[in-house]
């Protein structure tokens, strides 16, 4: 399957409509492959008729959304930032949360500190918030989990799941999964301690980045952390956070 410029250039327009997402020059192979899945999963034949056909179908929208949407984590990635949260963070948000490792990873490193707070979990891929309601993950995505924390917060599998580990239940219910698209979603109405909006800025040009930094900063308490990945950066971004330390913003008066 073969996918011309001009119809590389209306899915481009389309996915950049719909969640911001740049999808440049560099990325048609993906596009083609992840395009191939989707023709053979909804059987249709044709690359313009699975162009109407999301064009005029919101559900395989939403599931062409999932396809496209890039989703690499595991445990306790880039954990010098948990090492910010305190008890007087009651509310956090994971604001692209994929599959469920950063919340969970957040609520584990709280409950070790002694407190329990409130994680909204967010993401536009309702594949992966249901994989994060489910818990259940491959073995190898907690390479970077201590053996204790392992023990501690997680179960092994057994015979078919002889592989994987399952988050507990103690964890489980400290996160509330929510699909939410950072591009034009409505905030929540609450307030949080700190944002995570970690290793989803790459993937928006300067536009959206500022768009989406606004729209987090409004729901973001005074003095509340806001945290990108450590491979990003809000230079030449308007924003109106406090520089703390590399990808480690706050918010203040």
Same mark, same amino acid.
């Given at each position: ?43 249709? &034949?044709?690359?313009? @008729?699975?162009?109407?056909?999301? @064009? ?41 949360? &994929?599959?469920?490792? @950063? ?34 993950? $491959? ?6 989990? $201590? ?39 409505? $905030?929540?109405?609450? @307030?949080?301690?700190?944002?995570f909006c970690r290793n989803v ?53």
């Open positions: 399957m073969n996918i011309s410029t001009v119809q590389f250039k209306r899915f481009s327009d389309l996915v950049y409509h719909e969640c911001g997402i740049n999808l440049h020059a560099g990325k048609k192979q993906l596009l083609q492959t992840r395009l191939s899945k989707c023709l053979r999963r909804t059987g249709i &034949s044709s690359i313009n @008729e699975y162009l109407k056909t999301i @064009e005029s179908d919101a559900e395989e929208l939403l599931h062409f959304l999932d396809a496209i949407s890039t989703n690499h984590t595991y445990f306790f990635r880039e954990s010098q930032h948990l090492e910010q949260l305190h008890e007087g963070h009651n509310h956090i948000w994971c604001a692209a949360s &994929s599959s469920g490792e @950063e919340p969970y990873s957040v609520a584990i490193s709280c409950l070790e500190k002694g407190f329990r707070p409130t994680i909204l979990a967010t993401d536009i891929s309702t594949h992966v918030l249901h994989l994060g309601q489910m818990g259940i993950y $491959p073995i190898e995505r907690a390479k970077h989990v $201590p053996p204790h924390i392992l023990r501690k917060y997680f179960q092994k599998g057994q015979g078919k799941y002889e592989n994987y580990i399952r988050v507990k239940d103690a964890v489980k219910q400290m996160v509330m999964f929510q699909r939410y698209n950072l591009l034009n979603g409505s $905030p929540p109405r609450q @307030e949080f301690d700190v944002i800025l790459i993937y928006f040009d300067n536009d959206i980045k500022a768009k989406v930094i606004g729209s987090l900063y409004k729901v973001l308490k005074l003095e509340g952390l806001f945290i990108i990945g450590g491979a990003e950066s809000l230079n030449n971004i308007p924003h109106r956070l406090k520089y703390i330390r590399p990808s480690i913003y706050r918010k203040i008066s």
